[in-house]
């Protein structure tokens, strides 16, 4: 069992800087594909929304349309974390950030969920 925890939101004002970070415990970290979801304000059960992913080895990374140039996915196995630094953050970046791990990629649900970790833009 994958153990997923993310770190790093906040509230912060249009146009700032965060960078999420998730730590991995409990398996073979190198062995997932990582990727980061939100769920926006609403209820608890809304959906999330893929925003990134990036490959076991890291080599390759997939964004969203609506966060590409400003949203980077890097992932450390050494370290088994992985981040998402958010520039240029909008007021419709607001959200829920949730970290996931996927044996295969992300077109299925993910195998691992983290709590996820609020991130909140002010205009």
């Known amino acids: 069992q994958l153990q997923l925890v993310e770190s790093g939101g906040g509230l912060v004002q249009a146009g700032n800087s965060l960078r999420l970070s998730c730590a991995a415990s409990?398996?073979?970290?190198?062995?997932?594909?990582m990727g980061w979801f939100r769920q926006g304000p609403g209820a608890p059960g809304k959906e999330r929304i893929f925003?990134?992913?990036?490959?076991?080895?890291?080599?390759?990374?997939y964004y969203t349309d609506s966060v590409k140039g400003r949203f980077t996915i890097s992932r450390d196995n050494a370290k088994n974390k992985v981040f998402l630094q958010m520039n240029s953050l909008k007021p419709e970046d607001t959200a829920r950030y949730f970290c996931?791990?996927?044996?295969?990629?992300?077109?299925?649900?993910?195998?691992?969920w983290g709590q996820g970790t609020q991130v909140t833009v002010s205009s």
């Open positions: 996931a791990a996927s044996s295969a990629w992300f077109y299925n649900e993910p195998d691992y």
């Open positions: 409990g398996g073979s970290f190198s062995s997932y594909a």
């Open positions: 925003v990134a992913a990036i490959s076991k080895t890291g080599n390759s990374t």
